[in-house]
């Protein structure tokens, strides 16, 4: 896992779980960047699972009065539909609407790297972007139609099929504060979730090790290949 952390590091957010999914799941990193974002997310809760347990505990603010909610939830409360391994992914999805003919495929953790995405880029130009790496062909009355020529409407109806044939990737809590009762839907990204729990414990655990390293002169690999009890054991007779 700390291998899993160190190279996850390196790479830019979107990416960064998937050097702990592939140790888990045996698959290459780029076979796994190029899973549709729900497949992902869907390997992403299992293993969640089988690592920190079945329960989670997400904070979010109330967009109207700036309250903090605690919530904690289960993740088969978060899994959604019966989308398994076995379940096939169509590769190429057509859909005809308004004279339109397209072709496209679902995103990937790869599309939403390479769109590198910045706080200082608008939203609705990346969402397009997005839209546009994953449109295979259009046309219109038989003729090929550029992508970024393609009427809102219709960018409209790619990604709102896109949302039905990957339901797992855009993930909405509905949420109510207790406090004023302000009813909203809050995004729910379990690779910027579980990123944040292993970037926690790794740095819990270096520091572990620092202190054991320091106190006693063993190796890393030796503290490491400790049993948790052992481990806080020796940890509190070092003290702080
Ligand atoms: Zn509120």
New binding site residues.
Partial sequence: MLDAWEKGLGRPPVERPLPLLSAFTGEGTEALSLLSIGRRDAALLALRESVFGPRLVCVAS?P????RLELTLEVRELLVGQQTEQTEQPSTISLETGGYEVSFRLPTTSDIAQLAISQDKDVEWARQMLLARCVQSATLGGAEVGVLNLPSNVLEAIAERMGVEDPQGDLQLSMR?P????GWQEAFDIGHFIWGELNAWATRTLGEVHRLARAYGWREADILSMSPLRRQMYLDMVGE
């Fill in positions: 109330c109207a009065c700036g309250e504060c406090a004023c009762a302000h």
